[in-house]
């Protein structure tokens, strides 16, 4: 068998490489939380803009939910305990779920 040249192995290292699955994280709507504190939450947690939080903030309201990000499956989930510790913290039952893409 003939050994791979260092640029064969690199490339070969290059292809077996996959991205890791990517996961939404989707703040859902309640009749308890308030708008400012969504849009605060957004800004905070997830690094929306004033006008980027507020537009989410009307999906989830209006729609049910509202996707805040996509991110690695870690990074979802460190988001997610996140918004659930600032909601408790706050006495809102505010509540976001993982979906994988």
Known sequence: MDPL???ET???DQEEV???PLYR???LN???TTMEFVIEVLMVVFSKSAERATEIMLNVHRQGSGM???YPL???ETKAETVHALA???GYPLRCTLEKE
């Open 30 to 32: 309640d009749d308890y």
């Open 25 to 27: 994280v989707v703040l």
């Open 10 to 12: 690199l490339i070969k």
């Open 74 to 76: 870690e990074i979802a």
């Open 88 to 90: 408790r913290q706050r």
């Open 18 to 20: 996959a991205e890791p």
């Open 68 to 70: 805040c990000g996509l």
């Open 5 to 7: 040249t260092e640029s």
